[in-house]
């Protein structure tokens, strides 16, 4: 079981907001910024959001990030159909020294 | 362009080793931190492990699970980035990608390889 807990799917219809949830502790979110990835269906992962809530460049501000204790949200508005996808979490843990994943969370568009 | 491109991926024995490059190019590759980041088939993403930069002595991190076993190395000459992995086990079947550590983007993975697929069987 992964160090950061996601929900394992998640869906919704075109033009709904969705969220995912990104559930850690004390040692990794609670004291770290979370990122966030998109993987596409047999692509490498993509940097989704950085540090809690800031979008790389090229990233449509449909997608947007909060953290608040030693949790994290994904938000998608405006849902479309390539947002199907993977979507994991990400964190530097201070007391494992590693960078923690969550169990990633496979999103439908109905 | 940045590019990441990884090589060395096959079919190996439990017990045996295999080496893995990630070769770097368009930007300035002994600034940054690299990582290595690997996804079992049907699985989600797993870390195994970091190399910083000289500035950061080259320290190294890495996963548990192959604390003792694999080796990250780099050679900033050759833009290049290596994974040494022994004692291998049916359990380090995955695609293994190398990824850019970005500073600018929160120290997130900003670019990664397309993977190279390692399979551990007998």
């Known amino acids: 079981q992964s160090v950061l807990t996601q929900p394992p799917s998640a869906s919704g219809t075109p033009g709904q907001r969705v969220t995912i949830s990104c559930s850690g502790s004390s040692s990794n979110i609670g004291s770290n910024t979370v990122n966030w990835y998109q993987q596409l269906p047999g692509t490498a992962p993509k940097l989704l959001i950085y540090?809690?809530?800031q979008r790389p460049s090229g990233v449509p501000d449909r997608f947007s990030g909060s953290k608040s204790g030693t949790s994290a949200s994904l938000a998608i508005s405006g849902l479309q159909s390539e947002d199907e996808a993977d979507y994991y979490c990400?964190?530097?843990?201070?007391?494992?020294?590693?960078?923690?994943f969550g169990g990633g969370t496979k999103l439908t568009v109905l | 362009e940045v590019q990441l491109v990884e090589s060395g991926g096959g079919l190996v024995q439990p017990g045996g080793s295999l080496r893995l490059s990630c070769a770097a190019s368009?930007?300035?590759?002994?600034?940054?931190?690299m990582d290595w980041v690997r996804q079992a088939p049907g699985k989600g993403l797993e870390w195994v492990g970091r190399?910083?930069?000289?500035?950061?002595?080259?320290?190294?991190e890495y996963a548990a699970s192959v604390k003792g076993r694999f080796t990250i190395s780099r050679d900033d000459s050759k833009n290049s980035l290596y994974l040494q992995m022994n004692s291998l086990k049916t359990e380090d079947t995955a695609v293994y990608y190398c990824?850019?550590?970005?500073?600018?983007?929160?120290?997130?993975?900003?670019?990664w390889g397309q993977g190279t697929l390692v399979t551990v069987s007998s």
């Open positions: 990824a850019r550590v970005s500073f600018m983007y929160g120290y997130g993975f900003d670019y």
């Open positions: 540090s809690n809530n």
């Open positions: 990400a964190a530097w843990d201070d007391s494992l020294n590693v960078v923690v």
């Open positions: 190399t910083r930069n000289k500035a950061n002595s080259y320290t190294t």
């Open positions: 368009g930007f300035t590759f002994s600034d940054h931190y």
